[in-house]
Protein backbone atom coordinates (compact mmCIF):
# COMPACT_ATOMS: atom_id res chain seq x y z
CA UNK A 1 0.00 0.00 0.00
CA UNK A 2 1.51 3.39 -0.93
CA UNK A 3 -0.20 6.15 1.07
CA UNK A 4 -0.22 9.94 -0.82
CA UNK A 5 1.94 12.24 0.84
CA UNK A 6 -0.05 15.67 1.99
CA UNK A 7 1.99 18.03 -0.82
CA UNK A 8 0.36 14.74 -3.14
CA UNK A 9 -2.92 14.88 -1.82
CA UNK A 10 -3.52 18.71 -1.81
CA UNK A 11 -3.51 18.55 -5.71
CA UNK A 12 -6.56 16.56 -5.25
CA UNK A 13 -8.19 18.94 -2.39
CA UNK A 14 -7.64 22.02 -4.31
CA UNK A 15 -9.67 20.77 -7.62
CA UNK A 16 -12.43 22.34 -8.68
CA UNK A 17 -14.52 22.04 -11.75
CA UNK A 18 -12.89 25.54 -12.99
CA UNK A 19 -9.25 24.17 -11.35
CA UNK A 20 -8.80 20.74 -12.79
CA UNK A 21 -5.05 19.54 -11.41
CA UNK A 22 -3.69 17.94 -14.06
CA UNK A 23 -0.43 18.56 -15.93
CA UNK A 24 -0.12 17.80 -19.59
CA UNK A 25 2.46 17.58 -22.82
CA UNK A 26 1.85 17.86 -26.29
CA UNK A 27 4.78 15.69 -27.77
CA UNK A 28 4.73 15.80 -32.14
CA UNK A 29 6.19 12.32 -33.71
CA UNK A 30 7.48 11.53 -36.92
CA UNK A 31 6.01 8.20 -37.63
CA UNK A 32 8.35 7.54 -40.63
CA UNK A 33 10.63 6.14 -38.07
CA UNK A 34 8.19 3.38 -37.29
CA UNK A 35 9.59 0.09 -37.88
CA UNK A 36 7.18 -1.39 -40.32
CA UNK A 37 5.04 1.64 -40.66
CA UNK A 38 2.71 3.82 -38.64
CA UNK A 39 -1.00 2.03 -37.55
CA UNK A 40 -2.98 3.45 -34.58
CA UNK A 41 -3.11 -0.32 -33.18
CA UNK A 42 0.46 -0.86 -33.46
CA UNK A 43 1.29 2.35 -31.20
CA UNK A 44 -1.69 0.71 -28.49
CA UNK A 45 0.40 -2.62 -28.59
CA UNK A 46 3.09 -0.93 -27.73
CA UNK A 47 1.90 1.36 -25.59
CA UNK A 48 0.71 -1.39 -23.44
CA UNK A 49 3.64 -3.56 -23.21
CA UNK A 50 5.47 -0.30 -21.64
CA UNK A 51 2.65 0.45 -19.68
CA UNK A 52 3.51 -3.53 -17.88
CA UNK A 53 6.55 -2.08 -16.70
CA UNK A 54 4.90 1.50 -15.10
CA UNK A 55 3.25 0.51 -12.43
CA UNK A 56 2.29 4.51 -12.08
CA UNK A 57 0.33 3.97 -14.95
CA UNK A 58 -1.60 0.94 -13.84
CA UNK A 59 -2.57 2.43 -10.24
CA UNK A 60 -5.91 4.15 -9.27
CA UNK A 61 -6.97 6.00 -5.50
CA UNK A 62 -8.53 4.09 -2.54
CA UNK A 63 -10.19 5.54 0.17
CA UNK A 64 -13.03 5.58 2.33
CA UNK A 65 -14.99 7.09 5.04
CA UNK A 66 -13.07 5.90 7.81
CA UNK A 67 -9.57 6.84 6.81
CA UNK A 68 -8.44 10.15 8.82
CA UNK A 69 -5.22 10.66 6.02
CA UNK A 70 -4.99 10.65 2.93
CA UNK A 71 -5.57 8.69 -0.12
CA UNK A 72 -3.60 5.23 -0.75
CA UNK A 73 -2.61 4.30 -4.51
CA UNK A 74 -3.60 0.43 -5.55
CA UNK A 75 -3.73 -1.61 -8.53
CA UNK A 76 -6.25 -0.91 -10.42
CA UNK A 77 -7.85 -4.85 -11.17
CA UNK A 78 -9.83 -3.72 -13.98
CA UNK A 79 -6.92 -1.70 -15.99
CA UNK A 80 -7.96 -1.70 -19.94
CA UNK A 81 -5.59 0.61 -22.17
CA UNK A 82 -8.31 1.31 -24.12
CA UNK A 83 -9.96 3.28 -21.61
CA UNK A 84 -7.19 5.78 -21.60
CA UNK A 85 -5.74 5.49 -25.15
CA UNK A 86 -8.12 7.66 -27.25
CA UNK A 87 -7.79 8.18 -30.97
CA UNK A 88 -8.35 11.62 -33.20
CA UNK A 89 -8.08 13.33 -36.30
CA UNK A 90 -7.83 17.30 -36.24
CA UNK A 91 -9.64 18.84 -39.06
CA UNK A 92 -7.71 20.62 -42.07
CA UNK A 93 -5.30 22.43 -42.40
CA UNK A 94 -4.14 20.41 -38.98
CA UNK A 95 -1.95 23.39 -38.35
CA UNK A 96 -1.08 24.40 -35.03
CA UNK A 97 -4.38 26.67 -34.41
CA UNK A 98 -6.10 23.27 -34.69
CA UNK A 99 -3.95 21.87 -32.02
CA UNK A 100 -3.72 24.19 -29.97
CA UNK A 101 -7.55 24.96 -30.08
CA UNK A 102 -8.28 20.60 -29.67
CA UNK A 103 -5.48 20.46 -26.56
CA UNK A 104 -7.11 23.18 -25.12
CA UNK A 105 -9.99 21.60 -25.17
CA UNK A 106 -8.65 18.10 -24.17
CA UNK A 107 -6.62 19.70 -20.90
CA UNK A 108 -10.17 21.34 -19.50
CA UNK A 109 -11.95 18.14 -18.69
CA UNK A 110 -11.02 16.50 -15.64
CA UNK A 111 -9.72 12.87 -14.98
CA UNK A 112 -11.68 10.34 -14.07
CA UNK A 113 -10.84 9.39 -10.48
CA UNK A 114 -12.13 5.84 -10.31
CA UNK A 115 -9.07 4.86 -12.67
CA UNK A 116 -5.76 5.37 -12.97
CA UNK A 117 -5.31 9.61 -13.43
CA UNK A 118 -4.37 9.41 -17.03
CA UNK A 119 -5.25 9.40 -20.46
CA UNK A 120 -3.59 9.75 -23.81
CA UNK A 121 -4.82 11.05 -26.97
CA UNK A 122 -3.01 10.21 -30.36
CA UNK A 123 -4.00 13.25 -33.10
CA UNK A 124 -3.33 12.12 -36.34
CA UNK A 125 -3.83 14.55 -39.33
CA UNK A 126 -1.07 17.02 -38.07
CA UNK A 127 -0.35 19.38 -40.85
CA UNK A 128 -2.71 17.35 -43.05
CA UNK A 129 -0.41 14.93 -43.25
CA UNK A 130 -1.26 11.06 -43.29
CA UNK A 131 0.52 9.49 -40.40
CA UNK A 132 0.08 6.09 -42.54
CA UNK A 133 2.66 7.30 -45.08
CA UNK A 134 4.91 9.06 -42.75
CA UNK A 135 4.01 12.30 -41.52
CA UNK A 136 3.11 13.48 -38.05
CA UNK A 137 1.40 12.72 -35.28
CA UNK A 138 0.60 14.67 -32.23
CA UNK A 139 0.28 12.76 -28.72
CA UNK A 140 -1.60 14.48 -26.07
CA UNK A 141 -0.51 13.19 -22.46
CA UNK A 142 -2.49 14.25 -19.31
CA UNK A 143 -1.37 13.15 -15.86
CA UNK A 144 -3.18 14.17 -12.12
CA UNK A 145 -0.68 16.43 -10.41
CA UNK A 146 -1.30 13.82 -7.14
CA UNK A 147 1.27 11.45 -9.65
CA UNK A 148 3.53 13.52 -10.98
CA UNK A 149 5.58 16.83 -10.52
CA UNK A 150 7.98 18.35 -13.64
CA UNK A 151 10.90 15.73 -12.97
CA UNK A 152 8.88 12.76 -12.37
CA UNK A 153 6.41 13.53 -14.75
CA UNK A 154 9.62 13.49 -17.40
CA UNK A 155 10.71 10.98 -16.26
CA UNK A 156 7.73 8.64 -16.90
CA UNK A 157 8.28 10.41 -20.59
CA UNK A 158 11.68 9.46 -20.66
CA UNK A 159 10.35 5.77 -19.78
CA UNK A 160 7.53 5.75 -22.71
CA UNK A 161 10.41 6.36 -24.90
CA UNK A 162 13.46 4.97 -26.00
CA UNK A 163 16.76 6.15 -27.61
CA UNK A 164 16.42 3.18 -30.66
CA UNK A 165 13.10 3.09 -32.69
CA UNK A 166 12.95 -0.64 -32.27
CA UNK A 167 14.30 -0.67 -28.79
CA UNK A 168 12.05 -3.72 -27.18
CA UNK A 169 10.24 -3.30 -24.10
CA UNK A 170 11.13 -3.52 -20.49
CA UNK A 171 10.43 -6.45 -18.16
CA UNK A 172 6.72 -5.87 -16.48
CA UNK A 173 7.08 -4.29 -12.76
CA UNK A 174 4.80 -5.19 -10.49
CA UNK A 175 2.34 -2.52 -8.54
CA UNK A 176 1.27 -2.16 -4.83
CA UNK A 177 -1.16 -4.61 -5.14
CA UNK A 178 -4.43 -4.05 -3.86
CA UNK A 179 -6.21 -3.24 0.19
CA UNK A 180 -9.07 -3.41 2.13
CA UNK A 181 -11.10 -0.92 3.86
CA UNK A 182 -9.70 -1.97 7.12
CA UNK A 183 -6.11 -1.47 6.23
CA UNK A 184 -6.83 2.00 4.78
CA UNK A 185 -8.46 3.13 8.08
CA UNK A 186 -5.93 1.84 10.57
CA UNK A 187 -3.17 2.55 8.56
CA UNK A 188 -4.32 6.20 8.48
CA UNK A 189 -5.52 5.99 12.41
CA UNK A 190 -1.68 5.39 12.95
CA UNK A 191 -0.53 8.04 10.52
CA UNK A 192 -2.99 10.69 12.31
CA UNK A 193 -2.34 9.89 15.88
CA UNK A 194 1.49 10.49 15.00
CA UNK A 195 0.57 13.93 13.91
CA UNK A 196 1.16 15.87 17.11
CA UNK A 197 4.52 14.43 16.84
CA UNK A 198 5.27 15.64 13.42
CA UNK A 199 3.74 18.83 14.18
CA UNK A 200 6.30 19.02 16.97
CA UNK A 201 9.24 18.53 15.17
CA UNK A 202 8.19 20.94 12.43
CA UNK A 203 7.00 23.47 14.42
CA UNK A 204 10.74 24.79 15.50
CA UNK A 205 12.27 24.59 12.36
CA UNK A 206 9.02 27.01 10.65
CA UNK A 207 9.89 29.70 13.49
CA UNK A 208 13.19 29.61 12.74
CA UNK A 209 12.70 30.06 8.44
CA UNK A 210 10.23 33.36 9.83
CA UNK A 211 12.64 34.84 11.91
CA UNK A 212 15.75 34.04 9.24
CA UNK A 213 13.13 35.21 6.66
CA UNK A 214 12.65 38.56 8.20
CA UNK A 215 16.04 39.26 9.04
CA UNK A 216 16.62 38.82 5.09
CA UNK A 217 13.88 41.01 3.98
CA UNK A 218 15.53 44.26 6.27
CA UNK A 219 18.98 43.26 4.73
CA UNK A 220 17.61 43.73 1.68
CA UNK A 221 18.60 39.13 0.99
CA UNK A 222 15.39 37.95 0.74
CA UNK A 223 13.48 36.52 -2.19
CA UNK A 224 10.03 38.57 -3.36
CA UNK A 225 7.52 38.38 -1.26
CA UNK A 226 4.36 36.73 -1.56
CA UNK A 227 1.53 39.30 -2.17
CA UNK A 228 3.82 41.65 -3.62
CA UNK A 229 2.70 41.42 -7.16
CA UNK A 230 0.58 44.01 -9.11
CA UNK A 231 -2.13 43.05 -10.65
CA UNK A 232 -2.43 42.08 -14.48
CA UNK A 233 -5.00 40.78 -16.83
CA UNK A 234 -4.29 36.86 -16.34
CA UNK A 235 -4.43 37.44 -12.50
CA UNK A 236 -8.49 36.87 -11.37
CA UNK A 237 -9.92 33.89 -10.67
CA UNK A 238 -10.11 31.46 -13.71
CA UNK A 239 -13.26 29.41 -15.21
CA UNK A 240 -12.98 25.45 -16.51
CA UNK A 241 -11.76 26.45 -19.98
CA UNK A 242 -8.24 26.42 -21.11
CA UNK A 243 -6.17 27.63 -24.16
CA UNK A 244 -2.67 26.17 -25.43
CA UNK A 245 0.13 27.73 -27.48
CA UNK A 246 3.88 26.54 -27.87
CA UNK A 247 7.05 27.64 -29.40
CA UNK A 248 10.19 25.97 -30.38
CA UNK A 249 13.85 27.36 -29.71
CA UNK A 250 17.12 26.75 -30.30
CA UNK A 251 19.37 25.60 -27.25
CA UNK A 252 22.45 26.43 -28.62
CA UNK A 253 21.54 30.32 -28.95
CA UNK A 254 20.11 29.98 -25.21
CA UNK A 255 23.53 28.50 -24.38
CA UNK A 256 25.18 31.50 -26.27
CA UNK A 257 23.30 34.38 -24.30
CA UNK A 258 24.27 32.22 -21.47
CA UNK A 259 27.67 32.32 -21.81
CA UNK A 260 28.57 35.82 -22.92
CA UNK A 261 26.76 37.49 -19.85
CA UNK A 262 27.93 34.87 -17.79
CA UNK A 263 24.84 33.44 -16.20
CA UNK A 264 22.40 30.26 -15.76
CA UNK A 265 20.14 28.81 -18.57
CA UNK A 266 17.78 28.96 -16.08
CA UNK A 267 17.91 32.98 -15.59
CA UNK A 268 17.81 33.63 -19.49
CA UNK A 269 14.47 31.48 -19.54
CA UNK A 270 12.88 33.68 -17.52
CA UNK A 271 14.74 37.01 -19.05
CA UNK A 272 13.03 35.74 -21.83
CA UNK A 273 9.42 35.34 -20.53
CA UNK A 274 10.23 38.91 -19.11
CA UNK A 275 10.54 39.90 -22.20
CA UNK A 276 7.69 38.78 -23.57
CA UNK A 277 5.47 39.74 -20.92
CA UNK A 278 6.71 43.24 -21.18
CA UNK A 279 5.92 43.68 -24.65
CA UNK A 280 2.78 41.96 -24.26
CA UNK A 281 1.43 44.08 -21.56
CA UNK A 282 2.69 47.31 -23.03
CA UNK A 283 0.87 46.14 -26.68
CA UNK A 284 -2.13 46.50 -24.33
CA UNK A 285 -0.87 49.51 -22.30
CA UNK A 286 -0.92 47.49 -19.23
CA UNK A 287 2.63 47.20 -17.68
CA UNK A 288 2.70 47.70 -14.29
CA UNK A 289 5.54 50.26 -12.64
CA UNK A 290 6.17 47.40 -10.79
CA UNK A 291 8.24 43.90 -11.34
CA UNK A 292 6.20 41.01 -12.63
CA UNK A 293 6.85 38.02 -9.63
CA UNK A 294 6.87 34.21 -11.30
CA UNK A 295 6.82 31.52 -8.87
CA UNK A 296 9.12 29.47 -9.78
CA UNK A 297 8.83 25.38 -8.37
CA UNK A 298 12.11 24.12 -7.46
CA UNK A 299 12.73 20.19 -7.47
CA UNK A 300 14.07 18.42 -4.30
CA UNK A 301 14.57 15.55 -5.48
CA UNK A 302 17.77 14.80 -4.60
CA UNK A 303 17.57 16.60 -1.35
CA UNK A 304 14.69 15.34 0.25
CA UNK A 305 13.72 11.75 1.87
CA UNK A 306 10.31 12.31 2.29
CA UNK A 307 7.85 10.00 0.41
CA UNK A 308 5.44 11.50 -2.28
CA UNK A 309 6.15 11.67 -5.91
CA UNK A 310 5.73 15.25 -5.53
CA UNK A 311 9.39 16.03 -4.63
CA UNK A 312 9.39 20.38 -4.93
CA UNK A 313 9.76 23.41 -3.31
CA UNK A 314 9.63 26.96 -5.04
CA UNK A 315 10.87 30.06 -4.55
CA UNK A 316 9.23 33.73 -5.53
CA UNK A 317 10.95 35.84 -8.56
CA UNK A 318 11.15 39.03 -9.49
CA UNK A 319 10.73 39.21 -13.76
CA UNK A 320 12.34 43.06 -13.46
CA UNK A 321 9.79 43.57 -16.27
CA UNK A 322 10.03 47.38 -15.62
CA UNK A 323 13.87 47.26 -16.91
CA UNK A 324 13.33 48.20 -20.74
CA UNK A 325 17.04 47.12 -22.01
CA UNK A 326 16.65 43.30 -22.13
CA UNK A 327 20.84 42.49 -21.13
CA UNK A 328 20.16 44.91 -18.53
CA UNK A 329 16.77 43.16 -17.06
CA UNK A 330 18.71 39.87 -17.59
CA UNK A 331 21.10 41.16 -15.39
CA UNK A 332 18.95 41.98 -12.89
CA UNK A 333 17.20 38.72 -12.99
CA UNK A 334 20.18 36.99 -12.58
CA UNK A 335 21.30 38.80 -9.38
CA UNK A 336 17.84 38.71 -7.89
CA UNK A 337 17.75 34.83 -8.74
CA UNK A 338 20.79 34.50 -6.93
CA UNK A 339 19.54 36.39 -3.62
CA UNK A 340 16.08 34.18 -3.94
CA UNK A 341 18.08 30.96 -4.51
CA UNK A 342 20.06 31.38 -1.09
CA UNK A 343 17.06 32.35 0.00
CA UNK A 344 15.20 29.40 -1.05
CA UNK A 345 18.01 27.16 0.16
CA UNK A 346 17.91 28.81 3.72
CA UNK A 347 13.79 28.09 4.21
CA UNK A 348 14.59 24.08 3.43
CA UNK A 349 14.01 21.42 1.09
CA UNK A 350 10.98 19.56 3.15
CA UNK A 351 9.09 22.20 4.84
CA UNK A 352 6.48 22.23 2.43
CA UNK A 353 5.97 18.89 2.45
CA UNK A 354 6.30 18.82 6.18
CA UNK A 355 3.51 21.17 6.05
CA UNK A 356 1.15 19.72 3.60
CA UNK A 357 0.61 16.25 5.59
CA UNK A 358 -1.47 17.97 7.67
CA UNK A 359 -3.63 18.72 5.06
CA UNK A 360 -7.51 18.15 5.32
CA UNK A 361 -9.88 18.25 2.38
CA UNK A 362 -12.53 20.44 4.36
CA UNK A 363 -9.40 22.62 5.13
CA UNK A 364 -8.68 22.97 1.53
CA UNK A 365 -11.60 23.17 -0.02
CA UNK A 366 -12.65 26.38 2.78
CA UNK A 367 -9.11 28.05 2.24
CA UNK A 368 -9.77 27.58 -2.28
CA UNK A 369 -13.38 28.85 -1.63
CA UNK A 370 -12.07 31.56 0.76
CA UNK A 371 -9.22 33.02 -1.82
CA UNK A 372 -11.59 32.36 -4.92
CA UNK A 373 -13.59 35.21 -3.05
CA UNK A 374 -10.94 37.66 -1.83
CA UNK A 375 -10.08 37.76 -5.91
CA UNK A 376 -13.37 39.13 -6.89
CA UNK A 377 -13.01 41.45 -3.98
CA UNK A 378 -9.75 42.83 -5.75
CA UNK A 379 -7.23 41.08 -3.41
CA UNK A 380 -3.59 41.08 -4.58
CA UNK A 381 -2.24 37.77 -6.64
CA UNK A 382 0.20 35.86 -4.54
CA UNK A 383 2.42 36.01 -7.47
CA UNK A 384 1.49 36.22 -11.75
CA UNK A 385 2.13 33.10 -13.04
CA UNK A 386 3.92 29.71 -12.58
CA UNK A 387 7.49 29.60 -14.61
CA UNK A 388 9.11 26.23 -14.55
CA UNK A 389 11.88 25.20 -16.16
CA UNK A 390 12.01 21.28 -16.78
CA UNK A 391 15.30 19.98 -17.94
CA UNK A 392 15.02 16.78 -20.35
CA UNK A 393 17.50 14.67 -22.54
CA UNK A 394 19.94 15.81 -24.92
CA UNK A 395 19.67 12.74 -27.35
CA UNK A 396 17.47 11.72 -30.02
CA UNK A 397 14.28 9.98 -28.42
CA UNK A 398 11.60 7.95 -30.15
CA UNK A 399 8.18 7.16 -28.20
CA UNK A 400 6.86 3.92 -29.65
CA UNK A 401 8.65 4.20 -32.56
CA UNK A 402 8.08 7.25 -33.51
CA UNK A 403 10.59 9.64 -33.34
CA UNK A 404 10.37 12.84 -31.01
CA UNK A 405 10.63 16.36 -32.63
CA UNK A 406 9.13 18.44 -30.16
CA UNK A 407 7.58 17.94 -26.11
CA UNK A 408 5.85 20.75 -24.77
CA UNK A 409 4.94 20.56 -21.22
CA UNK A 410 1.35 22.39 -20.04
CA UNK A 411 1.39 22.89 -16.02
CA UNK A 412 -1.83 23.73 -14.44
CA UNK A 413 -3.60 27.33 -13.53
CA UNK A 414 -5.07 28.78 -10.45
CA UNK A 415 -7.27 31.52 -9.32
CA UNK A 416 -5.71 34.27 -9.12
CA UNK A 417 -2.46 33.05 -11.48
CA UNK A 418 -4.30 32.44 -14.88
CA UNK A 419 -0.99 31.65 -16.83
CA UNK A 420 1.76 28.93 -16.98
CA UNK A 421 4.47 28.82 -19.02
CA UNK A 422 6.50 25.99 -18.80
CA UNK A 423 9.81 25.13 -20.59
CA UNK A 424 11.52 21.69 -21.24
CA UNK A 425 15.14 21.19 -23.37
CA UNK A 426 15.05 18.76 -25.66
CA UNK A 427 17.57 17.35 -27.99
CA UNK A 428 19.26 20.85 -28.55
CA UNK A 429 15.47 22.73 -28.43
CA UNK A 430 13.60 24.55 -25.84
CA UNK A 431 10.26 23.67 -25.89
CA UNK A 432 7.61 26.32 -24.67
CA UNK A 433 4.48 25.51 -23.30
CA UNK A 434 1.79 28.35 -22.77
CA UNK A 435 -1.72 27.55 -21.02
CA UNK A 436 -4.22 30.00 -19.62
CA UNK A 437 -8.20 30.26 -19.33
CA UNK A 438 -9.51 32.32 -22.59
CA UNK A 439 -12.02 34.31 -20.37
CA UNK A 440 -8.53 36.41 -19.45
CA UNK A 441 -6.55 36.04 -22.24
CA UNK A 442 -8.39 34.93 -25.50
CA UNK A 443 -5.26 34.47 -27.65
CA UNK A 444 -2.01 33.52 -26.37
CA UNK A 445 -0.36 33.01 -29.87
CA UNK A 446 1.12 36.37 -29.69
CA UNK A 447 2.86 35.32 -26.44
CA UNK A 448 3.94 32.43 -27.98
CA UNK A 449 5.51 34.17 -31.45
CA UNK A 450 7.18 36.58 -29.02
CA UNK A 451 9.46 34.41 -27.73
CA UNK A 452 11.77 34.25 -30.76
CA UNK A 453 11.87 37.82 -31.34
CA UNK A 454 12.56 38.00 -27.42
CA UNK A 455 15.78 35.61 -27.67
CA UNK A 456 16.65 37.46 -30.81
CA UNK A 457 17.12 40.98 -29.03
CA UNK A 458 19.50 39.00 -26.42
CA UNK A 459 21.30 37.58 -28.85
CA UNK A 460 21.81 40.77 -30.50
CA UNK A 461 23.34 42.01 -27.14
CA UNK A 462 25.85 39.43 -27.11
CA UNK A 463 27.12 41.08 -30.54
Request: glycine letters at 8%.
Amino acid sequence: MQRLSGLDASFLYLETAAQPLHVCSILELDTSTMPGGYTFDKLRDGLGLRIRAMPEFREKLADNRFNLDHPVWVDDPDFDVDRHLHRIGLPSPGGRNELSEICGHLASLPLDRTRPLWEMWVIENVAGTDAHDGGRIAVMTKVHHASVDGVTGANLMSQLCSTEPDAPPPDPVDGPGGVNHMEIAVGGAVKFAMRPLKFANVLPMTVSTVIDTAKRARNGNSMAPPFAAPQTAFNANVTGRRNIAFAQLDLDDIKKVKSHFGVKVNDVVMALVAGVLRKFLLDRGELPENSLVAMVPVSVHDKSDRPGRNQVSGMFSRLETSIEDPAERLKAIADANSVAKQHSSAIGATLLQDWTQFAAPAVFGVAMRVYASSRLSGARPVHNLVLSNVPGPQMPLYMLGCEVEAMYPLGPIFHGSGLNITVMSLNGTLDVGIVSCPELLPDLWDMADDFQPALDELLSATR
